[in-house]
């Protein structure tokens, strides 16, 4: 349920390499902190790279988007995000910093085809690309896994091309 909940979340395809922490798209290269042994890489259209957990009970995923890039408020930017989830109660939200950039963070309880969801969301800004990071938990699990969201999405810095 979960894999579907994020390919959900997610758009088109197109090729992108992981090495050494460091994700490589046509448009961007960036890093990202470290994944756990117990998280499985998966495929999912129009990420740059997602994690479930065996069951796959927990994911997260991380995208950039710099052609279709929409220079837009970052809340606008994490509600977009939210396409497809009803009963959306935001738990908790504050901005941040990564890699320099204003970042918003967001916890959701929500709703997919009726199964309630936690959602984790960040969502940043950086030079002529965003990037979204997403976390999907069972309801009441979110805090159980929250810390290997953080160290992952914590070790983002764009790195030169």
């Given at each position: 349920?979960?894999?579907?909940?994020?390919?959900l979340l997610l758009g088109g395809c197109r090729s992108v390499s992981l090495r050494d922490g460091v994700?490589?798209?046509?448009?961007?290269s960036y890093r990202i902190g470290p994944v756990g042994a117990d998280w499985h890489q998966?495929?999912?259209?129009?990420?740059d790279f997602a994690w479930v957990t065996s069951p796959a009970d927990y994911a997260f995923w991380v995208n950039s988007t710099c052609k279709e890039y929409q220079d837009v408020p970052l809340v606008a930017l994490n509600r977009q995000l939210l396409i497809g989830f009803t009963d959306v109660q935001k738990v908790e939200q504050r901005t941040d910093t990564l890699d320099g950039r204003e970042t918003?963070?967001?916890?959701?309880?929500a709703k997919l085809d009726g199964?309630?969801?936690?959602l984790g969301l960040v969502v940043v800004k950086k030079d002529g690309c965003i990037?979204?990071?997403?976390?999907?938990?069972?309801l009441g699990g979110y805090?159980?896994?929250a810390g290997d969201?953080?160290?992952?999405?914590?070790g983002f810095a764009t790195v030169p091309k």
């Open positions: 349920m979960v894999v579907i909940c994020v390919g994700v490589s798209t046509s448009d961007t998966v495929n999912l259209s129009g990420s918003l963070l967001t916890h959701y309880i199964v309630p969801r936690e990037y979204d990071f997403a976390y999907v938990t069972p805090v159980a896994r969201f953080q160290a992952f999405f914590n």
